[in-house]
């Protein structure tokens, strides 16, 4: 009993230690810090101190723009510090990438947040210069300091001075060399932590450089310490190739956690530029766990080589350089992997290349140009005033197969690019892959780019152009659409981009993909094809009007910039107020409108808190939208559609200490163009197999010759001067009184095919003609609108006949007649007026309101407008209506009411219509005595063109309706001005 009674305590006891054991938490291994010292050359910043894990780490006091940490970490998590010194509180912070979802904790003035992994981060606090970490992994190849193979620098062979006081360049050479004699494979040249003045160095094969934590070679400067390797022509200035690999050496590394430092400033100064790192004419090279910093050229510029491997390493650039400090640029390489690095600077971190011979950087390159193939870019992090991650500008040797993946643009001009700016040959199977595009602060290239996606084709150097193809874009989460329309450009027809999927893009916090070029704000598009948009493709919008266009602007002020760049259409002109809060805009559409958006493109300077105001008169102006946190970029704003002839940006409060600066003020609304829609006739018409060109073209809504829609051109008697027409019919009769034409202007072509002599014609059957327009001798237009007015008339068919075509030079000089776009307009300027009255019955379906809404028909919610005055017996009753200000009128229309038994009812019988100035004098321009019940049609009243603000019609003779009493009542369905 005592023995069962024991082994049942015994088994008790063993089950609850179990409970225990199973109730305690995991145990969760430390992450191992380990630390570098200051170099001596360095200053601690005075803006932020660091731990990591409790461990201090050294932050380095660099820029104006950052400060940066380093360290090295295996395991994890490890818990970050970040105290912003000088400061009594955090108010805000930033981490990124964003990806990470990183959230800190605030205590006075730390932030703390867990890294999970190494990882490279960039945290900003309060209103504060950026702090970069660097946690890179723990190294697990450092090599000892001494020993068979290793050739310590420091050594008394070699003796190299580690206080920066003398050159070290002789020493460290003599162990490069000293390795590369080492036959018991790769010879380890290793240079303790200090800081080390070096000339050139040549790395050699089977070679491999160690830079312990804390140690820097530090270039001098002094143009006498270096040989002169290129001149760049565009600064006029030397270059020397600091470190680079002996022409045909194999199995290089070079490694370690410490600096190469370009000096960047000194050398600025005295005009001697630096590639840091050359790894040229090399197989078998390793880039692993350094800092390059301050370079006075392009940093790291491989170049006909192979087989490289970059990865862990930092560089750390300055944005108040001399120009061109680019990250790493890959140059007519093959296999190349650039892996886990961050790039910062002013120039392009992340890009890849390929020249000639003839040019600057390459004319002393050994060998022959090469192409470039199998690049990769991957996990890596870029921050820069130009292009994030980009192929380009030299494409002179053909680039195929390149990779930028898992990425993130920490804020840049450009997103991602492909500029085909210099060079014939091709670029093609360029991917970018789970790329995350956090910010777009800055502009770049001459037209100010500010978008997160450029990929063009340009002719930089007049060599003709190249071609790009087969490129995927997918898995792109774009935060910062940028301030700018991204661009889908190839040159022209013979120069294209061709093949090109987007995949997955998903647009400013949206839950779903994009399904058109539209939806991913690319606007700005040309000479491209074999689109595919995934999962789901819609077609494109047609691109609404923009009303403002050239219109007339008024500004509060000015800073040295012209208003009018504000609505030129060119989205590298601005308009820029003085630098105080109270600032202002306005457009003047010229005349009433019914607009229902605004879009602003803000340039840097943007408006934190501003209303859109619409206006019939430029002085009473009431808000139609507002905000008090507007963050620059684009803002597309919509309201309710509303009619305005003025509309104004009222900026209250700047969102930066600058002014306020519009790339473009557009405004959207109904643009009236009657030819929307309407059929196509033509005497002949080229319908081309890439579907550029076609008769459907001409009034596709498309302005502008672009890939998929150059417009319409004819197609025959093509050797010959002849006689070629093309028209469009209406559907019915409109009143008209405005065609525009727009030239073609594809590449090389603007304003070809536009005729020298030509009428435009109008019907209402197709059959009888009459002339509006004669032109002859009209001369090359340029490239814009070309319009053409006459006096309004009820037309249903306009016709364009060209009777002494042009001929065009890169056409063979054969005759065509050609348009990009044809447009039809008679503006109604009754929209949006005010209206006067006798008398008014008001109920749901009849109010004043009700006379120029658009209405034509009396239907149920707007059977117009008529009178409710001295019904019992025969008077006078009048509407008017105020067009905001002097207008050019020589018609008016006038819809009878048709509501079911009711067509005609209540029109007068004796009435007239008159215009004034100023509503007090009037001038009658109409008089009808006895006038018949009209039918279900307009009532269309011509008079000879004349300048008013205001239009009535004053009924003296009304007509009585059996079906209201027999009551006397003046009524219309819609009333119409042209």
């Known amino acids: 009993m005592l023995q069962i009674k024991y082994g049942l305590g015994l088994f008790i006891a063993s089950f ?32 932020y101190s660091l731990k990591a894990d409790s461990n201090v780490i050294p932050v380095v006091g660099y820029t104006g723009n950052y400060d940066y940490a380093h360290f090295s970490m295996s395991g994890g998590p490890v818990t970050i510090e970040v105290t912003a010194l000088g400061q009594s509180s955090i108010t805000s912070y930033n981490i990124s990438p964003k990806k990470l979802n990183l959230s800190g904790t605030i205590s006075g003035n730390k932030l703390t947040f867990t890294l999970a992994n190494d990882e490279y981060v960039i945290v900003k606090v ?47 050479q003599s162990a ?45 400067g002094n143009p006498s310490d270096y040989t002169a390797n290129w001149h760049k022509n565009s600064q006029n200035r030397d270059v020397t190739w600091w470190i680079y690999t002996q022409n045909g050496s194999n199995n290089i590394k070079m490694y370690g956690r410490g600096t190469l430092d370009g000096n960047g400033q000194t050398a600025a100064a005295n005009n001697i530029g630096n590639n840091i790192i050359v790894p040229i004419g090399v197989s078998n090279f390793t880039l692993d766990g350094l800092i390059i910093r301050d370079s006075a050229s392009w940093a790291i510029t491989p170049a006909r080589s192979n087989d490289l491997t970059f990865q862990n390493f930092k560089i750390f650039n300055r944005f108040d350089a001399a120009g061109e400090n680019d990250g790493i640029d890959v140059m007519e390489s093959q296999n190349v992997t650039v892996q886990h690095a961050i790039g910062i600077g002013l120039d392009d971190p992340f890009t890849t290349k390929t020249w000639d011979q003839a040019t600057d950087i390459s004319v002393n390159w050994p060998g022959t140009p090469n192409t470039l193939s199998n690049v990769t870019f991957d996990d890596v992090i870029s921050w820069t005033y130009c292009y994030g991650l980009k ?7 053909m680039q195929d197969g390149i990779t930028f993946k898992n990425s993130v643009v920490y804020d840049a001009a450009v997103g991602i690019g492909i500029h085909h700016k210099y060079g014939t040959a091709a670029a093609k199977n ?244 009657l030819a929307s829609g309407a059929s196509v006739t033509y005497s002949s018409s080229y319908e081309s197999s890439n579907g550029n060109w076609s008769y459907a073209k001409v009034n596709d809504g498309k302005r502008n010759s672009v890939s998929g829609s150059y417009g319409w051109t004819s197609n025959n008697s093509v050797t010959t001067n002849h006689t070629e027409n093309v028209t469009l019919d209406l559907g019915s009769n409109q009143m008209v009184n405005t065609v525009n034409l727009y030239p073609r202007n594809d590449s090389g072509n603007v304003g070809q095919g536009f005729p020298i002599d030509f009428t435009i014609q109008t019907s209402t059957d197709g059959v009888n003609w009459t002339t509006r327009v004669t032109r002859t001798s009209y001369a090359l237009p340029g490239n814009a ?9 009820a037309v249903r068919y306009v016709r364009v006949e060209g009777t002494n075509l042009r001929q065009n030079a890169n056409d063979a000089n054969q005759y065509r007649m050609a348009f990009a776009e044809m447009e039809i307009y008679g503006v109604n300027h009754a929209a949006g007026a005010s209206a006067t009255f006798s008398s008014s019955y008001e109920s749901s379906n009849w109010s004043y309101s009700k006379l120029n809404d658009g209405q034509r028909n009396s239907v149920s919610g707007s059977y117009g407008w008529t009178t409710n005055n001295n019904l019992t017996s025969n008077h006078t009753e009048y509407v008017y209506l105020d067009l905001g200000s002097n207008q050019t009128v020589d018609t008016v229309n ?16 004796d009435f007239t219509i008159q215009t004034s100035t100023d509503g007090l004098n009037w001038t009658t321009r109409v008089t009808r005595t006895g006038y018949a019940l009209p039918g279900n049609a307009a009532q269309s009243f011509s008079f000879p063109t004349v300048s008013a603000r205001y239009v009535k019609v004053e009924g003296t003779n009304l007509r009585q309706n059996a079906s209201d009493a027999n009551q006397y009542r003046m009524a219309f369905a819609e009333m119409e001005i042209y």
């Open 16 to 47: 609850m230690m179990m409970l225990v054991l199973l109730a305690s938490p995991a145990h969760v291994s430390a992450a191992t810090i380990t630390t570098y010292g200051m170099p001596s050359i360095y200053s601690a910043s005075t803006t």
């Open 176 to 220: 490069i060399n000293d390795a590369n004699a080492y036959t018991g494979g790769q010879g380890i040249v290793y240079v303790p932590a200090g800081v080390y003045k070096v000339g050139n160095l040549q790395l050699k094969s089977d070679v491999a450089l160690y830079l312990e934590g804390g140690a820097v070679l530090r270039f001098t």
């Open 391 to 397: 192929v380009g500008q030299g494409i002179r040797q």
């Open 785 to 793: 609108v070309q319009s053409f007015e006459f006096p309004t008339a």
């Open 430 to 673: 360029i991917t970018f892959d789970n790329i995350d595009i956090e910010r777009l602060s800055y502009t770049n290239d001459s037209d100010n780019k500010r978008t997160w996606l450029a990929f063009l084709i340009q002719n930089g150097a007049g060599e003709g152009g190249g071609n790009v193809s087969t490129v995927s874009v997918k898995n792109i989460t774009v935060r910062d659409q940028g301030a700018n329309l991204g661009l889908l450009k190839g040159l022209d027809s013979s120069h294209l981009i061709n093949g090109i999927t987007f995949e997955n893009i998903y647009m400013l916090g949206s839950g779903s993909p994009a399904t058109n070029l539209a939806g991913m704000n690319i606007l700005n598009t040309g000479f491209y094809s074999g689109l595919t948009i995934l999962p789901t493709q819609t077609p494109e919008p047609i691109q609404r009007t923009n009303l403002a266009l050239n219109k007339p602007v008024t500004v509060s002020s000015d800073s040295g910039s012209t208003a009018g760049w504000a609505v030129d259409g060119n989205i590298s002109t601005r308009w820029g107020s003085l630098r105080t809060d109270n600032e202002w805009i306005y457009v003047d559409l010229g005349s009433n409108r019914t607009i229902d958006g605004v879009k602003l493109l803000w340039e840097v300077a943007y408006g934190k808190s501003y209303q859109i105001q619409v206006s019939a008169n430029a002085v009473n102006w009431s808000n139609v939208y507002s905000t008090t946190s507007g963050n620059g970029g684009t803002d597309d704003i919509s309201f309710s559609p509303t009619s305005a002839r003025y509309v104004r940006m009222n900026g209250t409060e700047r969102g930066t200490t600058y002014g306020y600066s519009l790339w473009e003020f557009e405004v959207y609304g109904s643009d009236n163009n």
């Open 894 to 909: 006038l819809y009878p009411r048709n509501d079911s038994g009711q067509v005609g009812r209540n029109f007068p019988i």
């Open 126 to 172: 309060n209103s504060s210069k950026e702090l970069i970490i660097a946690a890179d992994p723990a190294e697990t190849n450092k090599p000892a300091s001494s020993g068979t193979g290793v050739y310590n620098v420091k050594s008394t062979t070699y003796n190299a001075d580690s206080t920066g006081t003398t050159l070290a360049t002789s020493a460290i």
